[in-house]
């Protein structure tokens, strides 16, 4: 089934874009295919780096994940029966990252200190906030320089979405990252994005800063339903 | 080391031939139950094949040997030529087996691996080279120097196959690749997502457990001098090298260990005194109990009892 139809969004070093949208409209979708799990049937997706521009399609998950883009997959999809040390270790899984461990480690362990006192507790036996800051965690470890992260406040209440935010804009200043998330916690992505995508039916609607994100009809009328 | 030193010493010193045959089935164990695990444990795909890869490994080396007689001119060569060689065919049909089922999970991967058996049993059975259903004769060089008895130089070597075998399971089992199989087996598709190469390594684990399982094949034919296939690609050997590994435990290299040589014992001391048929009895028995009171096997009821006490 075809769910993408007219996709076009681009984003710079260093900036945090937000894709909104309700179910079914083809973020996760989005997502899965910048990541080589999804292939397209047509289009391109561009990486430049260091001057270079590659090719995304066709490329294998581990060769995306090689150069530097990691994802956040929606419902964290963690290992449950591994331990939180085994779950960060698998993040740091690609060559450069098994460099940067101890690195990469002890900083999961300062932006989460939750996860540093359960290190050897199961990841399936923990909270929601926890799983989902093991996750971010994880995607961490592996040194990425864009981060995708795919609804990171699904299941969790009010007060842990916008500290998970805190953290997720904290870990994108300290470490230089490239930030792209879907959200339909609208009012919580926005504060700390830059630019944002609404996204209806496999095709982007509408673009616009974080301002005009707000004040738009679109969102008021897909997106809150009003 | 020391074991092997060891094992040496006792084949210089003590003559009883008996304990040597039934100390070559617990060792050939030890090695198909360290396979099996790679697999099995690790990676968690569930092979019920393990007479296949025995099998192939087997008659690999049974035609070596029927074929190029090199016995009598370098026995000591011999051995390693046929180990090689049966881990070799044996990591073939692994490599056939992990591209065929590479997108198979779960039971449907197990049943493949059953099929497996059948069809290795059928196509040895209708190809007259192989002996067909009349089977192989397999004559054992009558001398080799420095010991009194063949037999004592198979149970040497396979000493040091065994010993080979954990230390194989366990190196993988600390790397980055036993991480990454440990990742498959709990989720593969978030394994996939964090960037692990899945594919590879289930291929891998697919062909490093056919090896060894082909190793511990190629030994066979020498300790039974006859070869036939329903009894070599046995439905006995994938029961056995599942069942010891479960038992023991899977999650180290230490609960296949523990799993073999204690049910080899167990099993070689029911077959004198009861009956082979009874011998597999026990294993059924131990295995449906522990699936029920201990599935993380005797590793983890050892692990239990340790964190228990230290409380």
């Not at chain 1, 997706?45 to 490329?59: D, R, Y």
Request: hydrophobic residues 45%.
């Amino acid at each position: 089934m075809k769910v993408l139809h007219d996709v076009s969004i681009e984003m710079t070093e260093g900036e945090t874009v937000i894709l909104l949208g309700t179910n079914g409209n083809g973020k996760s979708t989005l997502i899965k295919t910048i990541m080589g799990i999804v292939p397209p049937n047509q289009g391109e997706i561009i990486f430049e780096s260091e001057g270079v521009q590659i090719n995304l399609v066709g490329k294998k998950p581990q060769e995306i994940v090689n150069m530097g883009i990691t994802m956040v997959p929606e419902g964290r999809r963690l290992f449950p029966q591994l331990t939180v040390e085994e779950n960060l270790y698998l993040g740091a899984f690609r060559r450069e990252a098994r460099q940067n461990l101890e690195r990469n480690l002890s900083y999961c362990f300062e932006v989460f200190p939750r996860l540093g006192e359960r290190r050897t507790q199961l990841a399936g036996s923990m909270s929601g906030g926890e799983q989902q800051m093991l996750a971010l965690a994880r995607a961490i470890m592996s040194s990425p320089k864009i981060l995708l992260i795919d609804e990171p406040s699904v299941g969790l209440a009010p007060i842990l979405v916008s500290q998970l935010m805190t953290s997720i804009k904290e870990m994108k200043e300290n470490l230089n990252l490239t930030v792209l998330m879907t959200e339909q916690n609208f009012s919580q992505a926005t504060k700390i994005a830059d630019r944002g995508y609404i996204i209806v039916h496999g095709k982007i609607e509408f673009r616009g800063s974080n301002v005009e994100l707000s004040g738009n009809e679109l969102v008021k009328q897909y997106y809150l339903g009003t | 080391m020391l074991l092997f030193l060891g094992a040496f010493l006792i084949t210089q010193n003590f003559h009883n031939q008996y304990y040597y045959l039934a100390a070559f089935t617990v060792l050939q164990y030890i090695i198909l139950s360290q396979g099996w695990n790679i697999l099995g444990g690790y990676t968690g795909y569930v092979n019920f094949g393990t007479g296949a890869f025995f099998g192939v490994g087997a008659y690999t080396s049974a035609m070596i040997v029927k074929t190029f007689k090199i016995g009598k001119s370098a026995p000591f060569l011999e051995l390693p030529i046929l180990f090689i060689a049966g881990g070799l065919v044996a990591a073939l049909l692994g490599l056939g087996l992990g591209y065929l089922t590479m997108r198979i999970k779960g039971i449907y991967f197990s049943i493949s691996t059953l099929a497996l058996a059948f069809v290795t049993v059928t196509i040895i059975l209708n190809i007259d080279a192989l002996g067909g259903a009349t089977g192989l004769y397999i004559i054992r060089p009558r001398k080799i120097p420095f010991f009194t008895n063949y037999m004592e130089f198979l149970f040497l070597v396979m000493v040091a196959l065994s010993i080979f075998a954990v230390a194989f399971a366990r190196y993988i089992e600390n790397s980055w690749i036993g991480r990454g199989l440990s990742a498959v087996r709990d989720d593969e598709d978030a394994a996939e997502c964090t960037g692990v190469p899945v594919l590879k390594l289930k291929v891998f684990a697919t062909m490093a457990s056919s090896t060894l399982m082909g190793v511990a094949g190629a030994a066979y034919p020498y300790f039974v001098t006859f070869l036939e296939p329903i009894s070599t690609v046995s439905l006995d050997v994938g029961v056995n090298s599942l069942a010891m590994p479960l038992i023991g435990g899977t999650s180290t290299w230490a609960g296949p260990l523990v799993g073999a040589v204690l049910l080899g014992i167990i099993q070689q001391i029911a077959l004198v005194t009861l009956s082979p048929e009874y011998s597999l009895l026990v294993i059924g028995i131990l295995l449906v109990s522990f699936v029920i009171l201990a599935p993380e096997g005797i590793v983890g009821l050892f692990r239990k009892f340790r964190a228990s006490l230290k409380k």
